[in-house]
């Protein structure tokens, strides 16, 4: 598995039965030949990132890293998970992103893939933990489940990635991602998913002039890609977090839930629908409502999301917000960055987002 | 739900609490106007900074576009010009529909810049856009014109009534170089200042928008190791270099009128300068962090005319080699005057008389067709008091250096002294280096992304002061008129130096006893 597309300098190690310090020091060997070759080559330091995958699923774990460019971690410890495996095998890849302007420097990007079986799993810790890089953070990603294997690695990590709309039922991904939450910081793509939302929200309550009806809010309506009721769920755990609304279950309505919210002046009425016209995973559309009658609607489009407003005397708007759509790959680039920031929003939105599950 | 005081209209305005967490800080619905909207910088810089910034869904939820200038087209033109330069110099290759939705609605006011009627079509157009989305829009005006425009620009915009608004705010921006000598400079002040008030005024220097040296605060303010190093007790000097490799290419009308002193130590070395020297500011808001800047510019003395000559040298590419080619002299560049006296090179020694840095010396140097393309700020710090090794057999022990590289390759670099492995104790000099690249996974925002934004918002932290900009000029002002009334028959010819060297040998004549340039 080699996770970097254009790779123009590639060392490649690999070895069958093999230790954790035999690929360790393997590794090593292979950056200093790699920089004694060409000493503008250097390796990138700036995060380490474990996955805990199938080893059927190598394949489309690496296909979906190929396209988060920049954001690969600079060490990605893969773990292919194979239940019947006796034997400790192992691949080491050091790659850099292409060929280097003289006086430029070319980062190298490590890729270490080792198979193990049910056998390893009790040393699993052991395993890993002299490949990442002391002192960078780490980042633990089990896209295939694992949960309880995958727990063990915690002890290793600062921050776990998840993508909560990837578990079918929307409680346990969300008590899932609570009690990650208490262990380590949550990077969850569900959320980031709902980014450009919550800055356009925001944008579009901003002007001093409508900062106030924030506290108005009647209703809110979210559509979502069926697939998405967890994103739907967050964008609207945000909103109650940031506006201090308190948010009581939601129940099922046709293919709507429903319920609502208590803010400081009034009642908020939320709606979660599907959008079974929606193609991708994410959100379709939000619509907020504000007791003076005013209400912005935000959708997704070509191009960036449209916005549709309506004002107190009736008077409606129509306007792009131009933005790129970021993709899937785009969204799990963005989660491997995020592993290096700190957003104080999510667990507030996160635990009103549980409140509003049965 | 907290309050924030100071709101124009004199209310208390409530916090957003919507913003929270958010990297992205919204930015107030705006119509950006570019004066000089066919010019090279709008082309290859401001547009697109535009589009990556539409790209990125960074810019104001409500965002408009006008361009003006002397040619006579049509929107539709000028929007296909956009959409050229943008495909041409954009970072990122343009996806379509983002592209096409930023052009959607840009017009173009085609006249000239003294032309009351260019005005009055500029105010239809904004408000035009004011009745379309049924909001008021914050306005700011980009001055991307030849700097005589800029007096006569600012002078339309105050009698036409463009220069306030009722329902928003109004900014302008104004690129540099602002004025060529401190007259200028204050002459311009005066002008603009008596149309805009300064919190209105967003004087660019791009090297400020460049992440390279907001690292540097960084660097300095948020590492307790390197503070009480910082002064005189523990620094010799510093050297701060802004090399280029090229010649002056195509821009010879601009450059053989400015010259390495004022377009580059004026503005961008001395902001390098102030970074180094400033004091911890109290807090990173526009006004505290111009402060220090000023203070350190004050602190400089300004040289006099006899003092000029031990402190200041000027010369100009001769003919050379670069990459491995035969290259030409200034002289011989296209478009530059046969007798041109413009300097290609300048260096600096100069003083900072303040408790901190008093007799510190402080090198600066420019010019271009040297050895290489390098910006790099060297701290060297004074030698150990005593040493108890022999110096026999080595490279000998040398200062601890710190070097701050801004480019090619963003990093940091200490040179400390190590034992060569050995049965002897002989040491030699060895360096342990950060670099940026190898430590974000973020690419770098174009200078021109940042700077449009915070201009947009409002956040002048990054721009120059009009205090800043004539205490610049205060200091580079005596050494331009020297140089520009030095009479080669009585001084001797510009000094020159080979095209692809290090530089005139006269530079040495600034440094102390044992100082030395470090090689380019």
Known sequence: ?358 | MAVLAGHPTGEPMPENPLTAGLERLPVAPTTLVIFGATGDLARRKLLPALYNLAHEGALPERFHLVGVSRKEKENEDYREECEQAIRRFSRRPPDEDVLGSLLENVKYVPGTFDEDSVYSELRQALDDFERQDGAPLNRAFYLSTAPAFFPVIVEQLGKSELAQHENGEVRVIIEKPFGTTLGEARELNRHVLAIFDETQIFRIDHYLGKETVQNMMAFRFANGMFEPLWNRNYIDSVQITAAEDLGIGSRADYYDSSGALRDLIQNHMLQLLCHVAMEPPVSFTAEEVRNEKVKVLQAIPQPTEAEIPEMAVHAQYGPGHAGGDDVPGYLEEEGVPESSNTETYAALRLEVDNWRWAGVPFYLRTGKRLARKITEIAVTLKPVPHLAFSQDGSLGVQPNQLVLTLQPNEGVSLRLGAKIPGTRMIIRPVNMEFQYGTAFLSQSPEAYERLITDAMRGDATLFTRNDEVESQWRICDPIVKYWAHTNPRQHGPLPSYEAGSQGPKEADGLLRDGDRWRAI
């Open chain 1, 1 to 358: 598995m080699s996770a970097t597309p254009e790779a123009r300098s590639d060392a490649v190690w690999s070895a069958q039965g093999t230790t954790p310090d035999a690929i360790e020091a393997a590794l090593r060997q292979l950056l200093i030949e790699v920089h004694s070759e060409h000493d503008n080559y250097v390796p990138a330091r700036v995060l380490n990132m474990i996955a805990f995958v199938d080893r059927e699923w190598t394949g489309e774990i690496a296909n979906r890293l190929r396209g988060v460019g920049r954001y690969h971690a600079s060490r990605l410890v893969v773990l292919a998970y194979e239940p019947r495996r006796e034997r400790l095998d192992a691949r080491v890849m050091i790659t850099s992103e292409g060929e280097t302007e003289p006086g430029e420097l070319a980062l190298l990007h490590e890729t270490v893939v080792v198979e193990l079986g049910d056998r390893h799993l009790d040393d699993l810790l052991t395993i890993a933990d002299p490949l990442v890089v002391t002192d960078l953070p780490t980042l633990l990603w089990a896209p295939h489940g694992h949960h309880e294997i995958a727990a063990e690695l915690l002890a290793l990590s600062q921050a776990v990635l998840v993508d909560s709309v990837e578990e079918p039922i929307a409680h346990e991904a969300l008590d899932r991602a609570c009690s990650l939450a208490s262990q380590a910081y949550v990077v969850d793509l569900a959320w980031l998913r709902t980014t450009p939302w919550r800055e356009r929200v925001a944008a579009s309550f901003d002007p001093p002039s409508l900062r106030r009806e924030l506290q108005t809010i009647t209703s809110a309506t979210v559509r979502h890609h069926p697939a998405s009721t967890v994103a739907a769920m967050l964008l609207s755990g945000w909103l109650a977090s940031r506006l201090q609304w308190r948010a009581s279950p939601l129940v099922a309505h046709g293919d709507a839930l429903v319920g609502r919210a208590h803010g400081s002046r009034q009642d908020v009425s939320l709606r979660l629908e599907a959008a079974p016209e929606l193609l991708v995973p994410g959100l379709e559309s939000l619509t907020l409502e504000t007791a003076s009658g005013r209400t912005l609607r935000l959708a997704r489009g070509r191009g960036g999301l449209h916005a549709h407003s309506r004002d107190a005397r009736g008077q409606e708007h129509e306007w792009t917000i131009p933005g790129a759509s970021r993709g899937e790959r785009g969204v799990l680039g963005e989660g491997i960055r995020q592993a290096l920031l700190r957003d104080p929003t999510y667990v507030p939105a996160l635990k009103a987002a549980r409140a509003m599950v049965a």
